[in-house]
């Protein structure tokens, strides 16, 4: 699980940032994520990945965390 993560999490925030240039967009026009986990453990990693890769934007932030 842990090398899947690592790997994952910046593919999926490097694809965001094409998109939102794609869409004429920024970071800073987010204002609202929603971050579903399988796992509790993976919080402290996954938000401090986000945290870097929003580079100091701030928007309202929701973690669920689930296990199907």
């Keep these: 699980r842990d090398f899947c993560l690592s790997r994952g ?3 999926v925030y490097k694809r965001q940032d ?3 240039r794609e869409a004429g ?3 800073n ?3 609202k994520l929603t971050v579903y986990m ?3 453990e993976y919080r402290a990693h996954v ?3 986000l945290a870097k890769w929003l580079k100091g934007v701030r928007p309202c932030q929701t973690g669920l965390i ?3």
Excluded: K, M, Q
């Design 9 to 11: 999490l910046g593919d």
């Design 18 to 20: 094409e998109l939102l």
């Design 25 to 27: 967009a920024s970071l």
């Design 29 to 31: 026009d987010i204002v």
């Design 38 to 40: 399988t796992y509790r």
């Design 47 to 49: 938000f401090s990945v």
């Design 66 to 68: 689930f296990n199907g």
